[in-house]
């Protein structure tokens, strides 16, 4: 399992298959292992609102996993297009007070 966050939006959107905004600009879609999904989404997105959070099943996908900035840290992102039948579960991901992000129960 692999994990993405993105608007309500912009899932609501989403009609086959889902393509985020860095596919086009980077080439790949950015996801995250479950234990790097808290960390990540605050800091990135600190206190973004209406977010929800993907819950990918990466069979059949090719997923890359690789440090592409640098950064000392792996990451899993897709070279393309992921088909909505591959997202198991869409949660609520609204930030804390603080405007951090715990991941909802369950995951």
């Not at 995250?32 to 059949?60: H, I, K, W, Y």
Request: charge should be negative.
């Amino acid at each position: 399992m692999i994990y993405h966050w993105c608007s309500e939006g912009d899932w609501e959107a989403v009609g086959d298959s889902y393509m985020a905004d860095s596919l086009a600009e980077e080439g790949f879609i950015h996801f995250s292992f479950r234990d790097q999904v808290e960390r990540t989404a605050t800091t990135l997105d600190r206190g973004r609102p209406n977010m929800v959070l993907l819950c990918v099943d990466d069979t059949g996908l090719e997923v890359v996993v690789e440090d592409s900035y640098g950064g000392g840290e792996e990451f899993p992102h897709v070279y393309g297009p992921i088909p909505a039948a591959a997202v198991v579960r869409v949660l609520p991901f609204p930030p804390q007070a603080d405007g951090s992000f715990l991941l909802p129960e369950g995951v």
